[in-house]
């Protein structure tokens, strides 16, 4: 089955900084992958995926991830943070072989941005 | 509606009580999830309805978990003589082909 490693579940930076949010999967043949965000009392939004082509996805508000086949990491960056990046942010992974419905998340990774 | 909804956002059970959460997915999609959200914790599957089928339940955790979608749109998740291990959030997606998961809210649920 497959399951997915949040290696931090709390990542404190300062406002501006880079950031980068850790992310492993077990491995299997193909896989489509995902982060979410939850903003404090607010339900899950996708914040970007790879389902094929280019490794490197990215979001509409400066994050990007890069999929890495080889190391099985799904790692969430951003260059410069802002106060409203403040969050829990979670990696998910579903399986091609199994028809891709299913989501498999990560615990969670809580980013607080300090001024 | 532009969202899933669900409801109630806040439920307070006495254990033993049974509770019904409903979910409201956006028109037109066909499929319909419900996860767990245990505090502290990654959203965790329970089960999946293609329309008013049922096709995967191997995440809910006993058989006092029960959830339906006799119409292939509303679905309920109703649980059955609550216990203390069944407070979390749990949450209700609803998605068109290839990945489009569009989560609700939550409903909390808080077994006393």
């Known amino acids: 089955a497959q399951s997915v490693t949040q290696l931090d579940s709390q990542v404190p930076v300062f406002e501006e900084a880079p950031v980068e949010l850790r992310c492993n999967y077990s491995?299997?043949?193909?896989?489509?992958l995902f982060w979410y965000v939850q903003y404090p009392n607010q339900g899950l939004q996708l914040l970007l995926k790879y389902l094929s082509g280019s490794t490197l996805v990215e979001s509409i508000n400066g994050f990007e991830a890069e999929f890495n086949k080889s190391q099985t990491s799904f790692h969430l960056r951003k260059p410069s943070v802002h106060i409203s990046d403040t969050a829990e942010y979670f990696c998910a992974v579903s399986d091609k072989s199994q028809g891709a419905q299913k989501l498999v998340f990560g615990q969670g990774t809580r980013l607080t941005i300090n001024p | 509606g532009a969202g899933v909804s669900q409801s109630p956002r806040y439920k307070v059970a006495k254990r033993g009580q049974d509770v019904a959460l409903r979910c409201d997915p956006i028109s037109g999609h066909v499929s319909l999830f419900w996860y767990q959200q245990a505090l502290g914790q990654g959203p965790e599957f329970l089960t999946y309805?293609?329309?008013?089928?049922?096709?995967?339940k191997s995440g809910l955790p006993s058989d006092r978990f029960f959830a339906e979608r006799p119409e292939g749109s509303v679905s309920t998740l109703k649980i059955q003589r609550t216990q203390q291990e069944d407070s979390a959030v749990y949450l209700c997606a609803s998605s068109e082909p290839l990945y489009g998961y569009t989560f609700g809210s939550g409903t909390r649920l808080t077994v006393v």
């Open positions: 309805f293609q329309n008013e089928a049922q096709l995967d």
């Open positions: 491995s299997s043949v193909s896989v489509y």
